[in-house]
């Protein structure tokens, strides 16, 4: 399995900007399906991004999708995530994860995915 740790994460005011960071160890990290989602306290961890293994699809939660934006760079083995206007209900766990399947889907699951990094915290502030 592939190891993942994310970095980037902090505190922010509402509609700043910040930009998460994974790094994956691995000379086959170009083989994952790569993914972002976030758990705040007290509720289910969800989806908020995906990326195709070469980069050219992305998918996104619909509470996200403009304001977000997720990339990933193979030479480097890391995926981004792009947080633009944010809002104090971003606040959550940011956590990183990679999944074996062929492609992306509109909307993808906790169970998609069997590798995970450690998380990071974001916190917008009103």
């Known amino acids: 399995q592939v190891q993942l740790v994310e970095s980037g994460g902090g505190l922010v005011q509402a509609g700043g900007s910040r930009r998460l960071s994974c790094a994956a160890s691995g000379r086959t990290f170009s083989s994952y399906v790569m993914g972002w989602f976030r758990q705040a306290p007290g509720k289910e961890r969800e989806f908020v991004a995906a990326?195709?293994?070469?980069?050219?699809?992305?998918s996104y939660a619909d509470s996200v999708k403009g304001r977000f934006t997720i990339s990933r760079d193979n030479a480097r083995n890391t995926v981004y995530l792009q947080m633009n206007s944010l809002k104090p209900e971003d606040t959550a766990v940011y956590y990183c994860?990679?999944?074996?399947?062929?492609?992306?889907?509109?909307?993808?699951?906790?169970?998609?995915?069997?590798?995970w990094g450690q998380g990071t915290q974001v916190t917008v502030s009103s």
């Open positions: 990326v195709s293994k070469g980069g050219s699809s992305t």
């Open positions: 994860a990679a999944s074996q399947l062929r492609t992306i889907t509109t909307m993808m699951t906790t169970n998609d995915f069997a590798s």
